[in-house]
C-alpha cells in the first residue's frame, strides 16, 4: 500500500507561481512512477505530467514551458513547479503512483487562479 499526500496549492493571481508536493509512503519510491493529475468543475481529470523512476518525463501541451515536474527519491517526494499560471489551471490536483501494476492517488489539493 502507497500513501500519498499532496501540499502546495492555494489561491494566486494570474502569471503567479506554486510549488505543489507530493510525499509517498514506501521502501520502493524510486521505482514508482508519479505523476500529477487536475481535475476541473464540470470536466474529466487529466494527466498533466509523468515521471518515470527512470527520470522520463512528459507534459500535456497547455502546460509545456511553464509546469516542471521533479523527484527527490531521498526525500520520497515529487514536485510541480508551475509558473505563469492562467485562469484555466484552476483545478483540484492529484499526485499518483504506479507501482506493482497498482494506482494510487493522493487526496488532492486545490489550486485556485483568479485575479
Known amino acids: 500500500q502507497v500513501q500519498l499526500v499532496e501540499s502546495g496549492g492555494g489561491l494566486v493571481q494570474p502569471g503567479g507561481s506554486l510549488r505543489l508536493s507530493c510525499a509517498a509512503s514506501g521502501s520502493f519510491f524510486r521505482l514508482y512512477t508519479m505523476g500529477w493529475y487536475r481535475q476541473a468543475p464540470g470536466n474529466q481529470r487529466e494527466l498533466v505530467s509523468v515521471?518515470?523512476?527512470?527520470?522520463?518525463?512528459n507534459y500535456i501541451d497547455s502546460v509545456k514551458g511553464r509546469f516542471t515536474i521533479s523527484r527527490d527519491n531521498a526525500k520520497n517526494t515529487v514536485y510541480l513547479q508551475m509558473n505563469n499560471l492562467k485562469v484555466e489551471d484552476t483545478a483540484l490536483y492529484y499526485c499518483?503512483?504506479?507501482?506493482?501494476?497498482?494506482?494510487?492517488w493522493g487526496q488532492g489539493t486545490q489550486v485556485t487562479v483568479s485575479s
Open positions: 499518483n503512483a504506479v507501482f506493482a501494476g497498482k494506482d494510487y
Open positions: 515521471i518515470t523512476g527512470g527520470g522520463s518525463i
